[in-house]
């Protein structure tokens, strides 16, 4: 910027400069209040080195939100480009290719994944009646790869450049001829942390729901949210991998010179393209299943009424993550493949079309003569729907390989691809954090903030993305820079002022966390069942204790804490209390995280001493923890009957609310049960 002072330069590196400082001025800020308050043994004991899958999962969420701040910057920044890019606008092509590189990268593996990966952590074990996860420790592994990740994405802001290969990072753009910077390395190592540690949640998580459910529990009773969760562990069990396999070969490449997706040599780019998208498909319903779960939830709960079609939902859930691994070819129909070819992979896509509409009319036939109450999350989940069959018609016809040769590489696919991804992924994650925030962290959130957001995050969506279906179609090429043609402004700056509106959404989620952290006195729900829910996560107070239930219940059917309101069994103090035996806390999730980090980020610089030093220590760690023994700890049984008369206590001073004042500072988390939901 200095050296070459031109106009385009000093903007750039304004905006670079700016960008960095965010991450170190936030840095310095986070360590000097953590230093001011003493919080560092607390976030050590309490958190970092803490086992328990309701922590973790906040964590999870944590960092998704951190990390979604970044994106939605970086995203109105490629708007504001494009708004201006009429013959030029003020990012260079290198810079925005960085943005819609990063942007892409976070919000599919450092946004997405680690916010469906906490909600999941948070809400099934409590949903099957289990004390925690099969794997505790695991967990946290894979929470601090995942952080690791997170970790040099941001630093790449601060050192060096990220890639400007796109989320995907397709060779030979990204082999070292072509790219000899430090870019695609900055990107292969974040996603080989995050792919294995979410390979390692998914062995996890489904291990955990086949053999931690409780007494009663089988497969035909479980939560809607607990099979999407289920399904979405099997396919990251298997698309994971080819990721990993695909950034080690890409790695291989750069580093060794082995050819593997070169012209030359032997080597084929095309199988850089298949393994990708052999994960990077799947990868879709990965994201948006959990988000189906979510909603199935909340439509249920703010309806008053059991969820219609329980069973079709099942088994449209798995006939979905299923056909997820027959589409991936869909992403090459203009490659050269035969017309045969495209006709089979444009008839499995949309064959998924089937499940998907499916549970759209369950969903709708749930909501249908029952009670609704137009809540923050109910309010997500509408807007969902309404936005999500336009996406998913749009899906149809580009699974047609004549109508996609039309728009193939234009914003049309851009805005297809968000219009399935923000309502389906986005607004489900963000749903599912107003619907069990009370419970995770024991008082509700503001409802007025919570609405306003709501309405800019739908209003904001429509007005950024569905313009981009008409420039598609007006030929606007996708990640283009600038433009010549002046008919393409007025739809761009339509663009531009949604994600401005996205922003003040964005804006308006945190002054909302702020306004409920002040009052949260007011809102408070220690009963733990605002919302009259249907599920076990409900039936233990909010926050759940360590152990989540004091004692294991029995289930009887599905809807199992309606069950036991409607006959009388719910907040019953038990005979006899058990010692409860719980997972120590463990250092090991936080060192590896640590490790990895620091092994990435030797490997990104060459710095071969480093590298040789982690490899070292991670092997040492390993090896340490093989030989530990003392992994456990009891909780007294004196100390569960106390925790749980404290709890019952409350329960029976509490005043049950009705489904009109929920949202009234009344609601102490009493629901007052309406076994018939349904309006006559």
């Given at each position: 910027?200095?050296?070459?002072?031109?106009?385009?330069?000093?903007?750039?590196?304004?905006?670079?400069?700016?960008?960095?400082?965010?991450?170190?001025?936030?840095?310095?800020?986070?360590?000097?209040?953590?230093?001011?308050?003493?919080?560092?043994?607390?976030?050590?004991?309490?958190?970092?080195?803490?086992?328990?899958?309701?922590?973790?999962?906040?964590?999870?969420?944590?960092?998704?939100?951190?990390?979604?701040?970044?994106?939605?910057?970086?995203?109105?920044?490629?708007?504001?480009?494009?708004?201006?890019?009429?013959?030029?606008?003020?990012?260079?092509?290198?810079?925005?290719?960085?943005?819609?590189?990063?942007?892409?990268?976070?919000?599919?593996?450092?946004?997405?994944?680690?916010?469906?990966?906490?909600?999941i952590n948070y809400v099934m074990p409590l949903?099957?009646?289990?004390?925690?996860?099969?794997?505790?420790?695991?967990?946290?592994?894979?929470?601090?790869?995942?952080?690791?990740?997170?970790?040099?994405?941001?630093?790449?802001?601060?050192?060096?450049?990220?890639?400007?290969?796109?989320?995907?990072?397709?060779?030979?753009?990204?082999?070292?001829?072509?790219?000899?910077?430090?870019?695609?390395?900055?990107?292969?190592?974040?996603?080989?942390?995050?792919?294995?540690?979410?390979?390692?949640?998914?062995?996890?998580?489904?291990?955990?729901?086949?053999?931690?459910?409780?007494?009663?529990?089988?497969?035909?009773?479980?939560?809607?949210?607990?099979?999407?969760?289920?399904?979405?562990?099997?396919?990251?069990?298997?698309?994971?991998?080819?990721?990993?396999?695909?950034?080690?070969?890409?790695?291989?490449?750069?580093?060794?010179?082995?050819?593997?997706?070169?012209?030359?040599?032997?080597?084929?780019?095309?199988?850089?393209?298949?393994?990708?998208?052999?994960?990077?498909?799947?990868?879709?319903?990965?994201?948006?299943?959990?988000?189906?779960?979510?909603?199935?939830?909340?439509?249920?709960?703010?309806?008053?009424?059991?969820?219609?079609?329980?069973?079709?939902?099942?088994?449209?859930?798995?006939?979905?993550?299923?056909?997820?691994?027959?589409?991936?070819?869909?992403?090459?129909?203009?490659?050269?493949?035969?017309?045969?070819?495209?006709?089979?992979?444009?008839i499995a896509s949309m064959l998924i079309g089937?499940?998907?509409?499916?549970?759209?009319?369950?969903?709708?036939?749930?909501?249908?003569?029952?009670?609704?109450?137009?809540?923050?999350?109910?309010?997500?989940?509408?807007?969902?729907?309404?936005?999500?069959?336009?996406?998913?018609?749009?899906?149809?016809?580009?699974?047609?390989?004549?109508?996609?040769?039309?728009?193939?590489?234009?914003?049309?696919?851009?805005?297809?691809?968000?219009?399935?991804?923000?309502?389906?992924?986005?607004?489900?994650?963000?749903?599912?954090?107003?619907?069990?925030?009370?419970?995770?962290?024991?008082?509700?959130?503001?409802?007025?903030?919570?609405?306003?957001?709501?309405?800019?995050?739908?209003?904001?969506?429509?007005?950024?993305?569905?313009?981009?279906?008409?420039?598609?179609?007006?030929?606007?090429?996708?990640?283009?820079?600038?433009?010549?043609?002046?008919?393409?402004?007025?739809?761009?700056?339509?663009?531009?002022?949604?994600?401005?509106?996205?922003?003040?959404?964005?804006?308006?989620?945190?002054?909302?966390?702020?306004?409920?952290?002040?009052?949260?006195?007011?809102?408070?729900?220690?009963?733990?069942?605002?919302?009259?829910?249907?599920?076990?996560?409900?039936?233990?107070?909010?926050?759940?204790?360590?152990?989540?239930?004091?004692?294991?219940?029995?289930?009887?059917?599905?809807?199992?804490?309606?069950?036991?309101?409607?006959?009388?069994?719910?907040?019953?103090?038990?005979?006899?209390?058990?010692?409860?035996?719980?997972?120590?806390?463990?250092?090991?999730?936080?060192?590896?995280?640590?490790?990895?980090?620091?092994?990435?980020?030797?490997?990104?610089?060459?710095?071969?001493?480093?590298?040789?030093?982690?490899?070292?220590?991670?092997?040492?760690?390993?090896?340490?923890?093989?030989?530990?023994?003392?992994?456990?700890?009891?909780?007294?049984?004196?100390?569960?009957?106390?925790?749980?008369?404290?709890?019952?206590?409350?329960?029976?001073?509490?005043?049950?609310?009705?489904?009109?004042?929920?949202?009234?500072?009344?609601?102490?988390?009493?629901?007052?049960?309406?076994?018939?939901?349904?309006?006559?």
């Amino acid at each position: 910027m200095l050296q070459r002072p031109t106009e385009s330069n000093i903007i750039n590196g304004c905006i670079a400069t700016a960008a960095a400082s965010m991450v170190v001025i936030g840095a310095i800020l986070l360590v000097t209040l953590l230093t001011r308050y003493k919080l560092w043994h607390a976030l050590w004991s309490d958190w970092m080195t803490s086992v328990d899958h309701k922590k973790i999962g906040i964590m999870y969420v944590t960092i998704a939100l951190v990390m979604l701040v970044r994106a939605l910057i970086e995203a109105a920044l490629m708007r504001g480009q494009q708004a201006f890019g009429l013959g030029g606008g003020f990012l260079s092509p290198d810079h925005f290719a960085q943005l819609f590189s990063t942007h892409g990268t976070i919000m599919t593996f450092f946004m997405a994944m680690p916010f469906l990966t906490g909600i999941i952590n948070y809400v099934m074990p409590l949903q099957i009646g289990a004390r925690d996860v099969s794997f505790p420790v695991l967990n946290s592994i894979s929470l601090g790869l995942t952080a690791a990740g997170a970790a040099l994405v941001m630093v790449s802001l601060v050192i060096g450049k990220f890639s400007t290969g796109g989320w995907f990072g397709y060779p030979p753009y990204t082999e070292a001829t072509f790219s000899p910077g430090v870019g695609p390395d900055y990107w292969i190592w974040a996603l080989s942390l995050a792919s294995l540690g979410s390979t390692f949640t998914g062995i996890n998580f489904a291990v955990t729901i086949y053999k931690e459910r409780a007494p009663g529990m089988n497969l035909t009773r479980m939560p809607l949210f607990t099979w999407t969760a289920l399904c979405t562990s099997v396919i990251m069990i298997f698309a994971m991998p080819p990721l990993t396999v695909a950034t080690a070969q890409l790695a291989l490449d750069r580093y060794l010179g082995f050819h593997f997706f070169t012209n030359a040599l032997g080597g084929n780019m095309m199988n850089f393209a298949n393994l990708f998208w052999l994960f990077g498909h799947p990868e879709v319903y990965i994201l948006i299943l959990p988000a189906f779960g979510v909603y199935s939830e909340i439509i249920s709960t703010f309806s008053g009424k059991t969820l219609y079609g329980y069973l079709s939902l099942v088994m449209a859930t798995m006939a979905i993550a299923i056909l997820s691994f027959t589409v991936w070819l869909h992403h090459f129909f203009t490659m050269g493949q035969s017309a045969n070819i495209n006709a089979v992979f444009g008839i499995a896509s949309m064959l998924i079309g089937i499940p998907t509409g499916v549970k759209i009319y369950d969903w709708m036939l749930t909501m249908f003569r029952g009670r609704v109450r137009f809540t923050v999350p109910m309010v997500y989940s509408i807007g969902f729907i309404l936005l999500f069959v336009l996406g998913g018609m749009t899906g149809i016809l580009l699974a047609d390989p004549t109508v996609d040769y039309q728009v193939h590489n234009t914003v049309f696919l851009v805005a297809h691809f968000h219009n399935v991804a923000v309502p389906g992924v986005l607004f489900g994650m963000i749903s599912a954090y107003h619907f069990w925030f009370p419970k995770a962290f024991g008082f509700r959130l503001n409802e007025r903030w919570g609405m306003l957001s709501a309405l800019c995050w739908i209003f904001g969506f429509m007005l950024a993305f569905f313009p981009l279906y008409a420039l598609g179609l007006m030929g606007l090429p996708r990640r283009t820079v600038a433009y010549a043609q002046p008919s393409y402004v007025p739809l761009e700056w339509a663009a531009f002022l949604g994600a401005l509106l996205i922003l003040v959404a964005l804006a308006a989620l945190a002054i909302q966390l702020w306004v409920s952290i002040k009052r949260r006195n007011e809102n408070r729900v220690l009963a733990g069942d605002p919302w009259d829910g249907r599920s076990l996560e409900w039936a233990v107070s909010a926050p759940p204790p360590e152990y989540n239930f004091a004692v294991i219940p029995v289930v009887k059917g599905r809807d199992a804490f309606t069950m036991s309101k409607e006959d009388g069994s719910a907040y019953q103090r038990a005979d006899t209390y058990k010692d409860i035996e719980l997972p120590k806390n463990s250092a090991m999730g936080p060192l590896i995280g640590l490790i990895g980090f620091v092994l990435a980020f030797g490997l990104v610089w060459h710095i071969w001493w480093i590298v040789i030093l982690a490899f070292a220590a991670a092997i040492a760690a390993m090896i340490i923890r093989g030989f530990a023994r003392d992994t456990t700890r009891i909780v007294p049984a004196q100390d569960v009957r106390q925790q749980s008369d404290r709890w019952l206590n409350a329960v029976a001073v509490a005043t049950a609310i009705s489904r009109a004042d929920e949202r009234s500072p009344a609601n102490d988390g009493l629901a007052q049960h309406q076994a018939n939901g349904v309006v006559p």
